[in-house]
Structures are given as C-alpha cells and as structure tokens.
C-alpha cells in the first residue's frame, strides 16, 4: 500500500519570501502521479499542482513549483514570493497511474502541513 | 452553481438520527467521491462511484450509506452515528479512468457533528 509522509505539522513565511513545503512517499510502482491541494480556511480543496512520475521535468504553475525526485521519493513544494492568500492548509497526494479498477481512482493523503505567512 | 456544491454545510446531529448528506457536481464528471476529514488524520477515502456503479467501499461502516442516482449527484445516508464519527464530510468528482482526467475537484465540505 502507498503512504505519504509530510514532516511538516506546521510552517509559517514572510510575505513576499520563500518557503518549501516537504512530502516523501512510499510505493513499489513506476507509474504514478503527485499533487499537491491546497485547503484555506474556507475549506474548499483545490488542487495547486500536479506532477506524473514520468516526467523528470519538474512542474510549475506561476509561483508554485515542486522538486521531484523519484528515487529518493521526494515531492517538496516551493511557494516564492508568498502572499497572505497562500496561508492554508496543504496536502500532499498519491495517485496510482494504471487505468483499470476502482482502486486507481483513489488519491493517498499526507496529514497536511499548515502553513501561516506573515505580514 | 458552478463546481461541486455540497448541503448543508454544517450539521448537527443526534445517535438516533437520520440525515442525509448531498453533493452535486456542475462539471460534467462521471466519477464521485466521499471523503473523511478528521483533525490530525489523513483524508479517508469512503466511497468511489463510476458511472453511477460503486467501485469502492474503503471498509466503511453500514452506518454510512451512499446513494448515486446519477453521475451528477451523490448523497450520503446516515443513521446512529457516533461521536467519533463527527469530521469534515467531502464529496469530490473526476472525469473518470483516463489518466490525461485525473484531478479530483472538491466540494466545500459538510462539517458534521454528532453528540
């Protein structure tokens, strides 16, 4: 079974600077995807990044960006120039990449790191 | 409406009880999703609906019931709860198997409690 791990209970950054959020996870497949979600206080989850495991590539989207390293099983999120609006809770996920089965469809969470930015 | 709706969005309940959550998605999905969320624990996976067909039941209590009448809605049934059964209820959707449709979208959530 797939686990993930954030490290993290709870980070905290300065408007305008950096932070990297941590995530490892477990699994003995090839083919896989990695998301990153994103949950503020008014608890609608939506999805902030995602990465395939064949891509070595690392995904981006505007300030978010992940470093993906597939041996080591590491997917860090970097947030640069932190604005009041990334305050959240973030989550790390799994996803099996096969195509078949009920099982395929279901995202593995991280408990989550909270993350708080200062003004 | 646009996205994934769900209601109500805060519940309180007795263990005697019976109540029903809905969720409705606005995307056009054909896959459905109830979620857990309790403090401190990884989001669990509840149930998975595809094209209206259960695909999954992640060891959940009978307690909990689910209901897809169609690919556009979702319900959760529920009757004699337990107080540990208070959470953050999530519904989601998806498009469906392939992989290029693979983002779940959420719904706000129903914050239940049970006393």
Known sequence: ?119 | ETGVTQTPRHLVMGMTNKKSLKCEQHLGHNAMYWYKQSAKKPLELMFVYSLEERVENNSVPSRFSPECPNSSHLFLHLHTLQPEDSALYLCASSQGEASWTIEQFFGPGTRLTVL
Do not use: H
Request: aromatic share 12%; with cysteine; net charge neutral.
């Open chain 1, 1 to 119: 079974a797939q686990t993930v791990t954030q490290s993290q209970p709870e980070m905290s950054v300065q408007e305008a600077e950096t932070v990297t959020l941590s995530c490892t996870y477990d699994t003995s497949e090839s083919d896989y995807y990695l998301f990153w979600y994103k949950q503020p206080p008014s608890r609608q989850m939506i999805l902030v990044i995602r990465q395939e495991a064949y891509k070595q590539q690392n995904a981006t989207e505007n300030r978010f960006s992940v470093n993906f390293q597939k041996a080591a099983k590491s997917f860090s999120l970097k947030i640069s120039d932190s604005q009041l609006g990334d305050a959240a809770m973030y989550f790390c996920a799994y996803r099996s990449g096969g195509n078949s089965g009920g099982s395929n469809y279901k995202l593995t969470f991280g408990k989550g790191t909270l993350l708080t930015v200062n003004p």
